[in-house]
């Protein structure tokens, strides 16, 4: 079955650079998002279309998507960046969520 | 503005039939640019997709809760529903209602519901 793989934690200090992965076979041939979860929250669209930002998601947001990974990256982390991140795809006309990734920043 | 609020019953009794709506404004769910989803996430756990409706009536489900699951638009009270049945206490989880328009991303989120399954 298709399952998209995330670390379960990444931790940044402010001002540094995040990367947060997001793994399958050939993942690169379809497009991923990324939503970005602050606890008691709802979920909030940051990279759409592998690397395509919403309206009003700041530019240290951005995304890449080659080979078999996905990647969310947050240039210049700030501790408003700190939640739970999750990739999402699809695949045989299912919907699929990576397990989520926990950023810290400290 | 685009909102989405869910809304039905916090507690359900396992074996029962789980039933919830999104009211939606500032957008019509007829709109043939749109489709509309639930999401499901269970406490301290990750996001579980369960299935989406476009305006077209067309649907897709999440395989594992296919047998169980009826999603609905209403466009008369510009709403979308979901019917859940034969819940068990795995079904206990914050659904969230979303909407998209291209390519199954979702643009915009409901606050999402706690639904709990107990007797």
């Known amino acids: 079955s298709y399952e998209l793989t995330q670390p379960p934690s990444v931790s940044v200090s402010p001002g540094q650079t995040a990367r947060i992965t997001c793994s399958e076979y050939?993942?690169?041939?379809?497009?991923v998002s990324w939503y970005q979860q602050r606890p008691g929250q709802s979920p909030l669209l940051v990279i759409f279309?592998?690397?395509k930002r919403p309206p009003g998601i700041p530019e240290r947001f951005s995304g890449s998507n080659s080979g078999n990974t996905a990647t969310l990256t947050i240039s210049g982390t700030q501790t408003m960046d700190e939640a739970d991140y999750f990739c999402?795809?699809?695949?045989?006309?299912?919907?699929?969520f990576g397990g989520g990734t926990k950023l810290t920043v400290l | 503005q685009l909102q989405l609020q869910e809304s039905g019953p916090g507690l359900v009794k396992p074996s029962e039939t789980l039933s919830l709506t999104c009211s939606v404004s500032?957008?019509?769910?007829?709109?043939?640019?749109?489709?509309w989803a639930w999401i499901r996430q269970s406490p301290g756990k990750g996001l579980e997709w369960i299935g989406t409706?476009?305006?077209?009536?067309?649907?897709y489900f999440n395989p594992s809760l296919k047998s169980r699951l009826t999603v609905s638009l209403d466009t008369s009270k510009n709403q979308f529903s979901l019917s859940l049945n034969s819940v068990t206490a795995a079904d206990t989880a914050v659904y969230f209602c979303?909407?998209?328009?291209?390519?199954?991303?979702?643009?915009?989120w409901g606050q999402g519901t706690l639904v709990t399954v107990a007797s």
């Open positions: 979303a909407m998209g328009t291209a390519n199954n991303v979702f643009d915009f």
């Open positions: 500032g957008r019509s769910v007829g709109s043939t640019s749109d489709y």
């Open positions: 409706v476009y305006s077209r009536a067309s649907t």
């Open positions: 050939k993942l690169g041939s379809k497009y």
């Open positions: 279309e592998d690397n």
């Open positions: 999402q795809s699809w695949d045989s006309d299912t919907v699929i």
